[in-house]
């Protein structure tokens, strides 16, 4: 409870606050870089642990998962790159394909008199902005592969020394049970938390996948990888990655296509999030809808848009650290979605 006596120190932490959220912002990239070797050695951990249960070697179940890593990582890095080439030297044609239909459209509206400022929108078609951006992560890919490398580094270390956090966690809470148990509980939420989303992710873009195939959509690996990343971002991720498959089906001239492509979407993604991803959960995030999405538009600000990706969990962490103490376990509460607390949320 906020006590007037304690609102000195209320002002103190907002500083810290703010002096902490200034350094992510401007050390962003290093940051980046450990958050997400940390939370994709949560999820690796997970399967080390089970491969540990299944009594293989720890040393053989290390590096078989850091090389399944290093494999995928390599894998996905070439496809995307391939797919990427591809797509930005039809581009242009696509953007022709867009213009002509908006004018059909134009057409179409003035039969009605329906008046709107063509010039304004025309201008908005132009794609040299997202023909910059895509051509830039291309030129990039050296610096992104080896940002991919560091992490790759980091994951390996993180894994190697798992067992040894867990002793000192030990030595640290030894007088604290409750804490232990606490932060344990915390750690196997994470880990189900990042588990069952890559699963859910994969079969999103698995499904999304043999669904463009089906209807002979182009560059479907790369819309499919695409549903596959921005579903870990909660809200908007699956409105986002369905944009480019549903315009490209749009400029192909069949608007039965785009419809059923759109309702097709829609089933997947509402079955998965809604249905799957709760049971499989089988505990909720305890996160309130408002602030799962202020907290997307919060760290995408601080961290850029792997700040979106992170969100939920880096969310979830400051919740429980803020529950952990008697003096802050009202923000916590506030951060919470008390009204559901029985009921599984994504």
């Known amino acids: 409870?906020?006590?007037?006596?304690?609102?000195?120190?209320?002002?103190?932490?907002?500083?810290?606050?703010v002096i902490v959220i200034a350094g992510l912002k401007v050390a962003s990239e290093i940051?980046?870089?450990?958050?997400?070797?940390?939370?994709?050695?949560s999820l690796l951990s997970a399967f080390l642990s089970f491969l540990n249960k299944k009594r293989i070697p720890k040393l053989i179940s290390y590096f078989f998962l850091t090389l399944l890593f290093i494999v995928f990582i390599s894998l996905i890095t070439y496809l995307v790159n391939t797919s990427l080439t591809n797509f930005v030297l039809a581009l242009p044609s696509y953007e022709e394909k867009i213009k002509s239909l908006t004018l059909l459209t134009f057409?179409?509206?003035?039969?009605?008199?329906i008046?709107?400022?063509?010039?304004?929108?025309?201008?908005l078609l132009n794609f040299n902005y997202l023909f910059t951006?895509?051509?830039?992560?291309?030129s990039n890919l050296g610096v992104i592969l080896s940002k991919l490398l560091l992490i790759t580094i980091g994951v390996a270390f993180i894994l190697s020394e798992s067992k040894l956090f867990n002793k000192k966690l030990k030595v640290i809470f030894k007088n604290d049970t409750k804490k232990l148990i606490s932060f344990n509980l915390f750690s196997h939420n994470l880990q189900k938390y990042f588990a069952v989303k890559t699963f859910t992710s994969f079969l999103t873009g698995l499904l999304i996948?043999?669904?463009?195939?089906?209807?002979?959509?182009?560059?479907?690996?790369?819309?499919?990888?695409?549903?596959f990343l921005f579903n870990f971002i909660p809200v908007v991720g699956s409105?986002?990655?369905s944009i480019p498959a549903v315009l490209i089906a749009l400029v192909s001239g069949n608007i039965e296509m785009t419809l059923w492509l759109i309702i097709i979407y829609v089933i997947i993604n509402i079955s998965i999030s809604n249905i799957i991803e709760p049971k499989l959960m089988g505990t909720h995030l305890n996160l309130s809808a408002m602030i799962i999405f202020f907290s997307l538009i919060f760290w995408g600000?601080?961290?850029?848009?792997?700040?979106?990706?992170?969100a939920v969990p880096i969310t979830m962490t400051i919740k429980i650290a803020f529950e952990s103490s008697e003096n802050t376990k009202w923000i916590g509460i506030l951060l919470s979605n008390i009204s559901q607390e029985k009921r599984p949320i994504n």
Request: proline share 1%; hydrophobic share 60%.
């Open 1 to 17: 409870m906020l006590q007037p006596s304690n609102l000195k120190y209320y002002f103190f932490y907002t500083a810290v606050f």
């Open 31 to 41: 940051v980046i870089i450990l958050l997400l070797a940390v939370f994709i050695s």
């Open 107 to 113: 057409s179409y509206l003035d039969t009605y008199n």
């Open 115 to 123: 008046n709107i400022n063509k010039d304004e929108i025309l201008k």
């Open 133 to 138: 951006f895509t051509k830039d992560i291309i």
């Open 209 to 227: 996948y043999l669904v463009l195939l089906f209807f002979g959509i182009q560059y479907a690996l790369l819309w499919a990888f695409m549903a």
């Open 239 to 241: 409105i986002v990655a």
């Open 301 to 310: 600000w601080v961290l850029g848009i792997v700040g979106m990706f992170l």
